[in-house]
C-alpha cells in the first residue's frame, strides 16, 4: 500500500510541477506525453528538480531497481522536444514495450529505463524547441559536472542525472539526440569489439565532456564506469530493439560493484566502515560519539574488544577531567553527544560515564533544580527531539531517578507541539513558510525517540505517549520511502535528492522498533529490507558515501532545502549514522527479529 502511495505522489508531483517553471505547463505534447509513459511503467520515479521547480522524471521497469538481474539493463536517456519524431518514437515504444505488445518477444531478454526530458527548463513552452545548442550549454555536454551537488546554479541538472545513474548502475547508457540520419557516436575508451553495430550506421568517436564519454571513463556517484553511447536518429528507427542488439551480453562495471556492495552482510558493511569512522572524540559533539557508540557495539558480535578498548582510550581525557565534555559553549550537539558515556556506563559499569551523562541531562533544570521549558539550544529545530530527550532518559535510566524521565517528556511535547505537522512529519522549523519537512529533520525525532523507548521503562507513565509519538511518525514515514528504498532530502518531496543520513536515521528507528516489538513486523520489515539494500549501494570502498546532506541549521525557505549541499565521499555524520543502523541490523538479524534478503550472519 505504501510503495502504490509513494508511486501517486511521484505522478502527481511530477505533473504538478510542470507548472512550477511557467514554462512547460503550456506544452499538451508534454503533458501527454508523461501522462503516457507515468500511465504504462512499473516504476514511475522523479531523478531531481531543475532550477525552476520542475521534476525531472524517469521511468522503469521493475527489474531495473535490481543489479542481480540475469537481464541486460538499458538506460535511454534524451531531452528532445515532445513534439519531435525521436520523443513520439520513444513514447509509443515505451507504450508498446510496457503493455507487452509488438515487443512481447524480446521483453524478457532485458530490462529498460528511459528519462525522457533531461532537462525541462530547456524547453521553450510556445514551440517545444530545445533552446540550448552550443557545447557549454547543451544538456548532453558539461559531463561529469563540475561544483557542488545540488546547489550549483548551471550543473544542478547535470548532477542529478550523473548521480542517480551512478546508484542505478545500468548495463548501457544511450543517450539519444535527433539527426537526419542515423548515427552511433562511441566514446574512445569503449571496446568496439562488445558492441553489434548495425552496418547501416555511421559511425563517430564521442567528444570529451559528453554524457556518454564520460560514463564510459568516469565513475559516476563514485561507482563505476558505466558502457554509453550516443545515438542520433531521424525517429524512424525502432529504437529499443536497436539498442538491445547493439549492447549485447554488456555488463557495466558499475552493476558489478553494487552488487558487490548489495552481498555484503550487515557485519561486514560495520567492520569496514569501523576503519574509516569512529576515532576521535576532539569535543563532546553527536557526530563523533555516535560513530563510538557504534564501533562499541561492534566489539560483541565480532568478539573483536579492540573496539570497546580503543573507545575507552578515546573518551579517557573526559573521564579524568583534562578535558571538560561541556566545554566552554554547550550546545544540542553537546548534550546528544554525552549519550556515549551512557552508553560507556551500561557497557562497563563504571559510575564516571553516569556522572558525565547526567552532568548534560542537569542542564535541564535550573539552578534550583526545577525543570525548565524546554532542554537548552533547541533553536526551535525538529533536531532538538533527540538532541535533548534521549540523553535524559538514558540518565534517568541509569540513575534511577524518574525527575529525568518527567524532564524527557515536557521537553518532548514542547518540540512537538513546536513542529510536528498535521500528516505526522516534523517541519524543520518555524522559520520556514513552507513547513518543509527536511529529511534529517524527521531522521531526528525518528531516532531520538527510539533511543528514548529504549531507556524509558515500560510502566513509565511517559511510555505510552512517547511510544505513540514514536509509532505514529514512523507510519507516516514509511508511506514516503521511494522506489529506490530512500527517503529524500525533503521526505514529502520526491524530486529532491535521496538523502543518505535521514534513511539511515529511520530504518535504524524501526529496526530498534522492531528488536523490541514496538512495531508490527508484517508493516515494517519490508521497508527496512528495501533500505538496507540502497544503504548499502551507497557505502563504497574507503568508507565513501553518498549524497550525506551537509550541516544544516534553519533555513528559510524549501528552496534553501533543496539546494543544501549533497556530499560525495567520506562524511564523519554519514559514516556515524551508517554504523549505527549496521550494527542495530546486526543484532536484529542475529536475534531473528528481522530477516535480509540473500541470507544474514545468523543463517551462516
Known amino acids: 500500500m505504501a510503495q502504490r502511495f509513494a508511486k501517486l505522489m511521484t505522478c502527481l508531483i511530477l505533473f504538478s510541477s510542470l507548472g512550477v517553471s511557467g514554462r512547460a505547463d503550456e506544452s499538451a505534447a508534454f503533458r501527454d506525453a508523461l501522462r503516457t509513459l507515468a500511465e504504462y511503467s512499473p516504476v514511475s520515479m ?32 534524451a531531452n528532445s522536444s515532445p513534439d519531435s519524431a525521436v520523443s513520439k518514437q520513444l513514447v509509443t515504444e515505451w507504450h508498446d514495450f510496457c503493455s507487452h505488445r509488438p515487443l512481447a518477444s524480446t521483453r524478457n531478454k532485458f530490462e529498460a529505463g528511459i528519462v525522457p526530458f533531461a532537462n525541462p527548463d530547456s524547453f521553450d513552452a510556445s514551440s517545444n524547441i530545445v533552446t540550448s545548442s552550443s557545447e557549454t550549454t547543451d544538456w548532453a555536454f558539461g559531463f561529469p559536472p563540475t561544483g557542488a551537488a545540488y546547489n550549483d546554479e ?30 552511433l557516436v562511441i566514446p574512445e575508451s569503449m571496446n568496439r ?54 549492447a549485447g551480453s554488456i555488463r557495466s562495471a558499475a552493476r558489478q560493484e553494487l552488487s558487490r556492495r548489495k552481498g555484503r552482510t550487515p557485519v561486514e558493511v560495520a567492520t569496514e566502515l569501523a576503519r574509516v569512522y569512529g576515532h576521535h572524540l576532539k569535543s563532546v559533539e553527536y ?11 561492534l566489539s560483541k558480535p565480532t568478539d573483536d ?20 565534555s561541556l566545554g566552554s559553549r554547550p550546545s544540542g550537539s553537546t548534550l546528544s553527544g554525552h549519550l556515549v558515556f551512557g552508553e560507556l556506563a ?75 505537522r498535521n500528516d505526522g512529519l516534523h517541519q524543520h522549523s518555524p522559520l520556514d513558510p513552507h513547513h518543509t519537512a527536511w529529511g534529517r529533520g524527521n531522521g531526528f ?37 521511494d522506489e529506490m528504498g530512500m527517503w529524500h532530502q525533503i521526505v514529502d518531496r520526491p524530486e529532491s535528492y535521496r538523502e543518505f543520513t535521514s534513511t539511515c536515521m529511520t530504518t535504524f528507528a524501526i529496526v530498534r522498533g522492531l528488536r523490541n516489538s514496538w512495531l508490527d513486523r508484517k508493516t515494517f520489515e519490508p521497508f527496512v529490507q528495501r533500505a538496507w539494500e540502497s544503504i548499502k549501494c551507497r557505502i563504497g570502498p574507503n568508507g565513501n558515501l553518498v549524497d550525506v546532506c551537509t550541516g544544516t541549521g534553519k533555513q528559510k525557505n ?34 531473528g527479529s528481522i530477516e535480509l534478503p540473500g541470507g544474514s550472519e545468523r543463517a551462516r
Not at 551500561?346 to 552532568?359: C, E, I, P, Y
Open 305 to 324: 574488544d579492540s573496539h570497546l578498548k580503543e573507545v575507552l582510550k578515546i573518551v579517557d581525557p573526559y573521564v579524568s577531567g583534562v578535558k571538560s
Open 558 to 591: 524549501q528552496r534553501a532545502y533543496y539546494d543544501r549541499t549533497a556530499i560525495l565521499g567520506r562524511d564523519d555524520r554519514g559514516g556515524a549514522m551508517a554504523l549505527m543502523v549496521s550494527t542495530e541490523l546486526v543484532f536484529a538479524v542475529r536475534e
Open 193 to 246: 569489439q562488445q558492441l553489434s553495430i548495425n552496418a547501416n550506421w555511421s559511425i563517430q568517436e564521442a567528444k570529451p565532456g559528453s554524457l556518454a564519454d564520460a560514463l564510459a571513463t568516469e565513475k559516476p556517484s563514485d561507482v563505476a564506469a558505466v558502457p554509453a553511447v550516443d545515438f542520433r536518429t531521424n525517429g524512424r528507427t525502432p529504437l529499443l530493439a536497436s539498442f538491445v542488439q547493439l
Open 46 to 77: 522523479s531523478i531531481g528538480v531543475t532550477r525552476s521547480g520542475t521534476a525531472i522524471p524517469a521511468f522503469l521497469t521493475n527489474g531495473m531497481l535490481d543489479v542481480r538481474s540475469d537481464h541486460l539493463r538499458i538506460l535511454i536517456v
Open 445 to 481: 525525532p525518528a531516532l531520538g525517540l527510539a533511543l528514548s523507548l529504549s531507556d524509558l521503562p515500560v510502566d513509565s507513565p511517559h511510555h505510552s505517549s512517547m511510544a505513540t509519538a514514536y509509532r505514529d511518525h514512523l507510519l507516516s514515514m514509511i508511506d514516503h520511502q
Open 154 to 183: 548551471q550543473n544542478s541538472e547535470r548532477h542529478y542525472l550523473w548521480r542517480w545513474i551512478g546508484m542505478l548502475a545500468p548495463d548501457i547508457v544511450v543517450v539519444v539526440r535527433e539527426n537526419d540520419f542515423d548515427t
Open 346 to 420: 551500561r557497557t562497563t559499569g563504571d559510575q564516571r560515564f553516569v556522572k558525565l551523562a547526567q552532568s548534560a541531562a542537569d542542564l535541564g533544570f535550573n539552578e534550583n533544580g526545577k525543570p525548565r521549558e524546554s532542554m537548552p539550544f533547541h533553536n526551535e529545530m525538529s533536531d532538538a527531539v533527540f538532541m535533548g530527550t534521549p540523553i535524559l532518559v538514558q540518565t534517568g535510566r541509569l540513575t534511577g531517578d524518574t525527575k529525568y524521565f518527567d524532564m524527557a517528556n515536557r521537553h518532548l511535547k514542547f518540540m512537538l507541539k513546536l513542529n510536528l
Open 287 to 297: 557526530i563523533p560519539a555516535l560513530a563510538l557508540v557504534g564501533r562499541m557495539r
